[in-house]
């Protein structure tokens, strides 16, 4: 039923979650796993505050790829541990105005994926307004089965 199972990745508890139950279901359906992170909304914070023209603002930049590239192997090896086939991706668009669920849905019809797994993201009322809500979006507007793992 399900070929290619995407999990966006930002290395926290729910997304960490997220891939444990698309492991679950990849063993299950004999799946790949896709895991994908997009940057931007760490560099559109980073922008708004201009500390992306200082050199402190681009060694924090530097160091939360490295940290972000780090944590995607991890979680590409807990998936190659289980016996599955996984395909680990940094958002190669490094556009600011890039919006992370639009970010995601590209990336999921690009690789023809059959379900996105990802955790909810329980924001407040002020990040839900500056920041919308990723996995809301990724609902409304994926072109595939969507399956929210809640707390």
């Known amino acids: 039923m399900y070929n290619k199972i995407l999990v966006p ?3 926290g508890i729910r997304s960490q979650r997220a891939l444990n139950t698309a492991i679950e279901l990849a063993k299950k359906f ?3 796993i896709f895991i994908f992170t997009s940057l931007n909304i760490f560099s559109c914070a980073l922008h ?3 500390y992306t023209d200082t050199a402190l603002g681009r060694d924090i930049e530097e160091r939360s790829r490295n940290n972000i590239e780090k944590a995607l192997q991890d979680a590409a090896e807990k998936v190659k541990k289980e016996g599955l086939d996984v395909k680990p991706n940094i958002s ?3 556009d600011l105005e890039d919006i992370p669920g639009e970010s995601i849905i590209r990336y999921a019809e690009k690789e023809e ?6 955790g909810s993201n329980n924001l407040g009322v002020f990040d839900r307004v500056f920041l919308g809500s990723v996995s809301n979006y990724v609902i409304h507007n994926a072109h595939c089965q969507v399956l929210v793992i809640k707390d």
């Open 9 to 11: 990745f930002d290395n």
């Open 92 to 94: 190669d668009k490094d």
């Open 30 to 32: 004999q799946a790949k």
């Open 113 to 118: 994926i059959d379900l996105i797994v990802l």
């Open 48 to 50: 708004f505050y201009s």
